[in-house]
């Protein structure tokens, strides 16, 4: 019978090892996925930049989620986005839960944004999603009255 004591010092430490790396890889996957966790604040849209590659905004809630104490009401946010690209990369625009385009947002219109803390900028916010949401008045003027 064989037991972890009359193992070949070689395989013992293999052995070891891979009992070490089963029980670290889910909790670097949690934190992991614990960090990438988006807060949802909602806002006026004030601006769009194409040169910067930012939109500006006027916070009316700071939100839901894990970063939400770093967003002040009645205050202007600037989010870095990534206008266009791979699904993955790019920040995704929803207006009224069809695809858009960050143009296509109105000065002044409610929006949800969705984001996380800017790997790229610290201390700054990147939009992952943004979501408009139209009235009944717009949603008939933009895509017409189905009858």
Known sequence: M???RTLHPIFRTA????????????????????KAKSTQTEARW???DAAT????????????????????KNKEATFRVVPEGSILKRTSVAVNGMKGEITDIPEGKQVNIYWVPD?????????????VVLSE???????GVEE
């Open 53 to 72: 590659k930012t939109v500006l905004v006027k916070v009316q809630k700071p939100g839901k989620g894990p970063n939400k104490k770093m967003m002040k």
């Open 2 to 4: 064989s037991t972890i």
């Open 119 to 131: 790997a790229e900028n610290e201390g700054g916010f990147f939009a992952r999603k943004i979501d």
């Open 15 to 34: 052995l070891l090892g891979c009992a070490v790396s089963m029980l670290l890889v889910p909790a670097a996957a949690f934190a992991q996925k614990g």
């Open 137 to 143: 008045e717009e949603a008939e003027k933009r895509w």
């Open 46 to 48: 004030i601006s769009f």
